[in-house]
């Protein structure tokens, strides 16, 4: 009974933050209108934001509550187009929440690029370089089946042609994974302005990592590497 209302109490503090969230989706130039998504999972419901809602409109009762299996259980809205995209995520991996953006940066990377190269140590948080998968529909199964599979190996992937993906714990450090993936592209973009950029190796990553872990800093995917 005490874990029951824990975990109401959770969904709907996890409602209120999607809806903060989705506000700073536009404001932070990662998505625009209504396009992009995000969601939190709490036990077996995942609290994730509706679709064709303006960010800008959208109150905690258009976020929609959904089971792992796809039944909507609250949110007076329709779900996000993709859904199965989030909720593969969650039955694949230990994660509680995504945020999938459609960043201008990432988009015009996912064009020319197969992945975003290590410019900066700090990408460590994702691995050693973010692969870009090729294009598939929105909301296809073909896209949430391809998404899911990279995903169960990485913590971020960059989708042609549409966008980004981000997993993670909190709903607030997936978010800075986020802005952080954003901040590397731009990065790596003003570097080929100057000329051939210099990619951390392997190796070199593979001493970050290790100073990380001699830091006590936690997981990798949890590191705190923005010293
Ligand atoms: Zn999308």
Known sequence: MGQAKSDEEAIEAARRDLVTYGVRLL?????????????????????????????LETTVEDICV????????????????????HSGIYLATDST????????????????????PAVHYNIVAF???????GYTRFGSDGLASATVAVMQDHNAAIL??????????????????????????????KSLDYGSPRILSDSELGEVEDEIRRRRYGGLTNAKVQS
């Open 160 to 189: 042609q042609n549409h966008g980004a993906v981000v997993r993670g714990k909190t709903l607030a450090q997936t978010y800075e994974h986020a802005l952080l993936l954003e901040w590397l592209a731009r990065v790596y973009r």
């Open 66 to 85: 959904m089971t792992l299996d796809g039944e909507q259980v609250a949110g007076r809205a329709a779900v996000s187009s993709e859904w199965p995209m």
């Open 127 to 133: 691995g050693h370089t973010v692969p870009v998968l």
């Open 27 to 55: 404001t932070d130039r990662l998505a625009l209108g209504t396009s992009g998504n995000l969601s939190v999972r709490v036990g077996d419901l995942i609290a994730i934001t509706p679709s064709s809602i303006s960010y």
């Open 97 to 116: 929440s995504v945020v999938h953006t459609h960043s201008e940066e990432l988009v015009a990377l996912s064009l020319v690029r197969d992945e975003l």
